[in-house]
């Protein structure tokens, strides 16, 4: 079969039957947004995760209205990049289940373009990472760090010392975080600091100083420069956008 044979039949088929196709898929989230961050679309095992009935609840709604302003505000930031030709692939992160619990994920997402080629909208994957052996040994191998960083980002602690409870050496650490993260230690550190900062300030009215100490700046200005650095925008401004 050619490739214009190939193309022919794709276009046979139709988008909508070929969305329909990640319905087949367990364990797997899947869906499509348009450029203002509107669902357009999702699958079965979205729609279960985000606890409601059908298709027609999703459609037209936008992440703020199924999760905490904290995290809605990150996958917007996200989806931005993504509007502006950027991409995740496989990118490991920490999300909550549909109970509520806290579990790991795999996330991908692209842009989507018309026939011209301009950008018009996202679509993603997300796969809950429990059942997969090969994805959960990478879990595993920085698990021990992972957990003492969640638990204790407040206070300060060097990566030697983050190194020491690992039982590895600092070059071994810094590989694995690499290698199963994408990340150095002191990225995932800051990153961690840097989204409870944030949350704080949507959920509770503490003062933007008192934030910074209370997840890990010691220095006001560095906290500041480090939150627009990452959310694009000064404490001060995202707490008021955050309350619009």
């Given at each position: 079969?050619?490739?214009?044979n190939?193309?022919r039949?794709?276009?046979q088929m139709?988008?909508?039957q070929?969305i ?6 367990p364990?797997?989230?899947f ?9 357009i679309h999702a699958?079965q095992a ?5 606890g ?12 703020f ?13 996200d989806?931005n990049?993504?509007?502006?030709g ?7 992160e920490?999300?909550?289940?549909e109970?509520?619990?806290a ?7 692209r ?5 011209q080629?301009e950008?018009?909208g ?10 997969q ?8 191998a ?5 957990d ?12 030697n010392?983050l190194a ?10 810094e ?14 550190i ?12 949507v ?16 220095d006001?200005?560095?906290f500041?420069?480090q ?13 008021k956008?955050?309350?619009?």
């Open positions: 079969m050619t490739e214009h190939v193309s039949f794709i276009a139709g988008g909508e070929l329909t196709m990640f319905d087949l898929l364990g797997v989230l869906w499509i947004k348009d450029k203002n961050h509107n669902f699958n979205f729609i279960d995760h985000k409601v009935k059908g298709l027609p609840k999703i459609v037209g709604k936008t992440d209205d199924f999760s905490p302003p904290h995290l809605a505000k990150q996958f917007i930031r989806d990049k993504i509007l502006a950027q991409s995740v692939t496989e990118r490991l920490m999300n909550m289940t109970t509520g619990d579990a790991w994920y795999a996330t991908s997402k842009p989507i373009t018309n026939r080629g950008i018009i996202s679509y993603g994957i997300t796969r809950h990472l429990q059942k052996t090969i994805a959960l040994s990478g879990v595993d920085v698990k021990v760090p992972v003492y960083i969640r638990c204790h980002y407040q206070q300060h602690f060097t990566i010392e020491e409870v690992a039982h590895l050496s600092v070059s071994a650490l590989r694995r975080f690499k290698k199963y993260l994408a990340k150095t230690p002191k990225q995932f800051n990153e961690v600091r840097l989204e409870n900062a944030r949350r704080l300030l959920e509770t009215n503490t003062p933007i100083s008192q934030v910074g100490d209370e997840t890990g700046f010691t006001h200005s560095y500041s420069k939150f627009k650095l990452f959310f694009g925008e000064l404490p001060s401004d995202f707490r956008n955050s309350r619009k």
